[in-house]
């Protein structure tokens, strides 16, 4: 097989999570090029921007140094992220190989007093409730500790906007608003997920279908209009649901939850520092040193003029 240069890739995929417990696309796909000098380039393609975490293990590798099993973080649209390089350099490279991956850099350092704005316009109120633990693929089988996700209700059709700078890494746009009595989770539901400059993802669900005003790779800002709230479960209100999360475990097999959950606090007109109190109302406030930390100065200019 080395002699030849002939290399069988055997390549076993574990579809991203993309908060899709029953994920069908290919959301990584990594290739190989055998370069002239005998070594070999392992790159990525993916159809977002967004942070990944890829395990690559090897089943065979001869003629060249690398452990069995590696973990890479991989951004952007594509790009190179492994190359082996021949021991002897008078032969290639023999190896066969395996991968899985996820969404998200794992165990990123975050700040967890971070303070974000509430998602909704300057000076609408909500009604923020928490949600109960409903288990999936990738969140595990029993409720993780640091469990926490807020739903939002306003009594009229309203805007929901952006808590926090991020980039779009996912959107889903294409479900009737559906709602059974009782079920606080669905993967049937309208969603865009961003990804935060520390690695952490806030996950907006429950969009009406079609009002979706952002797109995939798009630099959100704090307060940017991000689409317009559904109507919940038969009560006459509007709602979006939010949660912050980060990428903890690697382990596919494990029950628990691959994610953990950031409780975050909030600015609202009660304090610059507020965690919610649930079935409380509490109005948007826009305090420029929370809204301003993470921007440039052009940024947040234009952020307090819109």
Same mark, same amino acid.
């Given at each position: ?16 999570i993309?908060?899709?417990a ?7 796909n ?5 370069n002239t ?11 977002d921007?967004?942070?990944y ?12 140094d ?8 991989i951004?952007?649209?594509?790009g190179?992220?492994?190359?082996l390089r021949p021991?002897n350099?008078?032969?290639g490279?023999g ?7 996820i969404?998200?850099?794992l ?7 971070f ?12 009604t ?14 029993t409720s ?8 939002f ?9 952006a808590?926090?700078?991020?980039v ?6 294409s ?10 989770f ?8 961003i ?14 279908k ?8 798009q630099?959100i ?16 209100? &509007?709602?979006? =649901?939010? /949660?912050?999360?980060? $990428?903890?475990?690697?382990?596919? #097999?494990? %029950? ?5 959950f950031?409780?975050?606090? &909030?600015?609202? =007109?009660? /304090?610059?520092d507020? $965690?919610?109190?649930?079935?409380k #109302?509490? %109005?948007?406030?826009?305090?420029p040193e929370?809204?301003g ?14």
């Amino acid at each position: 097989m080395i002699k030849n240069l002939k290399i069988t890739a055997l390549i076993l995929f574990i579809f991203s999570i993309s908060f899709k417990a029953d994920a069908q696309e290919q959301q990584v796909n990594i290739t190989y090029i055998i370069n002239t000098d005998k070594s070999v380039d392992l790159s990525f393609e993916k159809p977002d921007p967004g942070t990944y975490t890829v395990i690559l293990k090897f089943n065979t590798l001869t003629n060249s140094d690398g452990q069995q099993e590696q973990t890479f973080n991989i951004k952007g649209y594509s790009g190179r992220f492994l190359t082996l390089r021949p021991q002897n350099k008078e032969q290639g490279i023999g190896f066969s190989y395996r991968y899985s991956y996820i969404r998200g850099r794992l165990n990123p350092k975050y700040n967890a007093d971070f303070v974000y704005l509430l998602p909704c316009k300057r000076g609408s109120k909500v009604t923020a409730t928490e949600t109960i633990w409903v288990g999936t693929k990738y969140f595990g089988k029993t409720s993780p500790e640091d469990w926490k996700a807020y739903r939002f209700y306003t009594k009229n059709e309203d805007t929901v906007t952006a808590i926090r700078k991020g980039v779009v890494v996912e959107i889903q746009d294409s479900y009737d608003t559906e709602k059974m009595n009782g079920v606080e989770f669905t993967n049937n539901a309208n969603k865009i997920v961003i990804e935060h400059q520390d690695g952490t993802l806030a996950t907006y669900t429950d969009f009406k279908k079609g009002s979706i005003m952002v797109k995939v790779g798009q630099t959100i800002f704090p307060e940017t209009a991000l689409g317009i709230n559904s109507r919940a479960n038969g009560n006459g209100r &509007f709602n979006i =649901s939010l /949660s912050i999360i980060y $990428l903890k475990l690697k382990d596919f #097999e494990s %029950t628990r939850s691959l994610y953990g959950f950031v409780t975050p606090h &909030f600015d609202t =007109s009660d /304090s610059g520092d507020t $965690l919610l109190i649930t079935q409380k #109302e509490y %109005t948007a406030a826009d305090t420029p040193e929370i809204i301003g930390k993470e921007l440039s100065k052009k940024e947040f200019k234009k952020t307090l003029n819109n």
